[in-house]
């Protein structure tokens, strides 16, 4: 049985990985949310908004996941 142990690097990673799909995973979600209030509100049980809201979430967390990868600290701090 053999234990591999994670060099710091791969934690640093491994940790902005989980920050980066935890949160394009919520955005997509409040996205989601917000355009099934507003089809049955305000458009009549359109599709569009349900897909314009998860198409804004998907893509605020593609932006923050890529600032999170791009700056040395990340967009908030991601604790190892």
Known sequence: MSTTIATPSQTILNDRWDVVISNTIVKTGLGFGVGVIASVL????????????????????????????????GVRTVKA
Do not use: H, M, Q, T
């Open 42 to 73: 305000l458009f009549k049980r359109r599709a569009f908004p349900v897909w314009l809201g998860v198409g804004f979430g998907l893509g605020r967390g593609y932006s923050e996941g890529d600032a999170i990868f791009r700056s040395p600290a």
